[in-house]
C-alpha cells in the first residue's frame, strides 16, 4: 500500500535572479539601510535613486531619465527594478536589452516605441451590474439541433449564486457557458458575471472548500457579502501597447477567408504612429472624465550602448512626449564609439546632447563582506542552507572571480550536497564543484597556455 503525503496545495513560484528584491531598502530619513529589501551596499545609488522616486510621485521628473553606470555584476538591474518596488506592485516594469531593436520584422523606432507604450498602464475603473457569488449549480439546457443531424445543441445554462445574504438562480445565454467553460468554473467557485457585457470572471475557490485536499487548488476566497444582483467598482489594468494591438488587429469573421487572413498576417505588425494618436485622444478624454488613470510605470534599457545613433536621435523625441514613462538606461562601458558613426567617442557610448538628459547614477564594485551578505539571501531565496564557513568560501570565490560566478556556483554546490547525503552547503561541497567548473579568468589562462591547440 502506498501512502502519499500532500504538502502544499499552493504552487510554487519560479525562483528568478532578482526575485529577492523587495525595495530600495530605505529608512524614513532616505538614507541606505546597509542590508535592507534584498540589496546590500551602494547606499549612494540607492539614495539617488530614492530622490528619483520622490521627483517620480511628485510628478516633476518629466523629460529626463536615469543612466546606471558600473561594472559588471555591480547591482544595476536590482537597483532599477528596485524603484519600480518602490512605486508600487501594480506599475509596469518593462525590461529590454539595447540589441533588441535590430528585428528584421520592424524598424528599430519601432521596437523602442512599443516597449515605451509596454512601461505605460492605465487603471479604468468603472461601475458595473454585476451578479456576484458561489457557484451552488451549474447545468445546462439542452435542446434538439436545429440544423438537424443527431448531436443536441445548448439553449441556456442555469446557473445558481449564493452569497452571505442569500442565494438567486439565474438563467444564461448560451455564449456566456462558452464563458464559464474558458475560466474552468466549477460548483463551489466564486465568480461574477457582468449583466451588460456577459463576461465571466473567476475570482477563486470559496474557503467553505478550504478544508480538501485539492492538489490544483490555488487560492481560496471569502464568501461573497450583500446581494447577488449588486452594483460593483471593477478595476482594470492595461497598458498602452494592449489597447494598440487591440485596435491593431481587429477580429474578422467566422469565414475561412477572413480566418486565413488572421493565419497570413505576420508575427508582428508595426502599429502606425496615427492609431496611436487616436489612442491617445481616447485615454486623455477618460483621464478628464476621470475614468481612468495614468500609471507611469519603468521602461529598463540595459546595455544601452548597443543602441545606434539613430535610436539616441528618437529617444529625444520619447522622453518629451506628455504620455511617457520612466526611462532608466544601464552600461558598463567607458569611453566607446557610438554605434552607427565612423568617428564619435563619447562617455558610455551615448551621445553627449542625450547625457545631458540623463540623471547618471553610479555603482561600485562588492567588497568580499558584501558578496558574503547577497550570497546569503540568494541562499535563502532559494531555500539552501549553507554553512557559516561555505559563505567566506563563496565570498572568497567572488572576490576572487566575479559575484555572478559566485552565485551560479549555489545549485551545483547544493546538488553535491544532496549526493553526499546532506541538506546543508559545505566548504567541501564548492570546492568539488569549483574543480569541475572553470569561471572567465580560469578559462582565458587555459587558452593562454593552449594556444597552439585551438583554431585560430
Do not use: W
Request: with cysteine.
Amino acid at each position: 500500500m502506498k501512502i502519499e503525503e500532500v504538502k502544499s496545495t499552493t504552487k510554487a513560484q519560479r525562483v528568478s535572479s532578482h526575485s529577492h528584491v523587495k525595495g530600495l531598502g530605505l529608512n524614513e530619513a532616505g538614507h541606505a539601510v546597509s542590508c535592507a529589501a534584498g540589496l546590500v551596499g551602494q547606499e549612494d545609488a540607492r539614495e539617488a535613486c530614492g530622490i528619483i522616486v520622490d521627483l517620480i510621485k511628485s510628478k516633476r521628473m518629466a523629460g529626463r531619465g536615469i543612466l546606471l553606470v558600473g561594472p559588471p555584476g555591480t547591482g544595476k538591474t536590482a537597483v532599477a527594478l528596485a524603484v519600480s518596488q518602490e512605486l508600487g506592485s501594480k506599475v509596469p516594469f518593462c525590461p529590454m536589452v539595447g540589441s533588441e531593436v535590430f528585428s528584421s520584422e520592424i524598424k528599430k523606432t519601432e521596437v523602442l516605441m512599443e516597449n515605451f507604450r509596454r512601461a505605460i498602464g492605465l487603471r479604468i475603473k468603472e461601475m458595473k451590474e454585476v451578479y456576484e457569488g458561489e457557484v451552488t449549480e451549474l447545468s445546462p439546457q439542452e435542446t434538439e439541433n436545429p440544423m438537424g443531424g443527431y448531436g443536441k445543441t445548448i439553449s441556456s445554462v442555469v446557473i445558481g449564486l449564493k452569497t452571505a445574504k442569500g442565494t438567486k438562480q439565474l438563467k444564461l445565454d448560451p455564449s456566456i457557458y462558452e464563458s464559464l467553460q474558458k475560466e474552468k468554473v466549477e460548483v463551489g467557485d466564486v465568480i461574477y458575471i457582468e449583466a451588460n457585457s456577459g463576461s465571466v470572471k473567476r475570482q477563486g475557490r470559496s474557503d467553505t472548500f478550504a478544508s480538501e485536499y485539492d492538489l490544483e487548488a490555488e487560492e481560496y476566497v471569502p464568501l461573497p457579502k450583500g446581494d447577488v444582483h449588486k452594483k460593483k467598482e471593477v478595476i482594470q489594468d492595461v497598458t498602452l501597447h494592449d489597447l494598440d494591438v487591440a485596435n491593431a488587429r481587429p477580429q474578422g469573421g467566422q469565414d475561412i477567408l477572413s480566418m486565413m487572413g488572421q493565419l497570413m498576417k505576420p508575427k508582428k505588425t508595426e502599429i502606425t504612429d496615427k492609431l496611436r494618436r487616436e489612442i491617445n485622444k481616447v485615454v486623455n478624454k477618460y483621464i478628464d472624465e476621470g475614468i481612468a488613470e495614468l500609471v507611469p510605470g519603468v521602461l529598463f534599457v540595459d546595455e544601452v550602448h548597443m543602441l545606434d545613433i539613430e535610436c539616441f536621435t528618437y529617444l529625444h523625441r520619447a522622453l518629451e512626449m506628455t504620455i511617457a514613462p520612466i526611462v532608466i538606461f544601464a552600461t558598463n562601458r567607458g569611453n566607446c564609439a557610438v554605434r552607427g558613426c565612423e568617428d564619435v567617442v563619447a562617455p558610455h557610448g551615448i551621445p553627449l546632447d542625450l547625457l545631458d538628459r540623463l540623471l547618471i547614477v553610479r555603482t561600485l564594485p562588492y567588497s568580499q563582506e558584501e558578496m558574503v551578505k547577497i550570497i546569503q539571501i540568494r541562499a535563502q531565496a532559494e531555500g539552501l542552507t549553507v554553512e557559516p564557513a561555505a559563505l567566506q568560501a563563496f565570498g572568497q570565490v567572488g572576490a576572487d572571480t566575479t559575484l555572478r560566478y559566485a552565485v551560479q556556483l549555489l545549485t551545483p554546490a547544493n546538488l553535491t550536497a544532496k549526493v553526499n547525503g546532506r541538506s546543508t552547503i559545505t566548504a567541501d561541497d564548492l570546492k568539488e564543484v569549483s574543480e569541475l567548473f572553470h569561471d572567465a579568468k580560469a578559462s582565458a589562462k587555459v587558452l593562454a597556455a593552449n594556444s597552439d591547440k585551438f583554431m585560430k
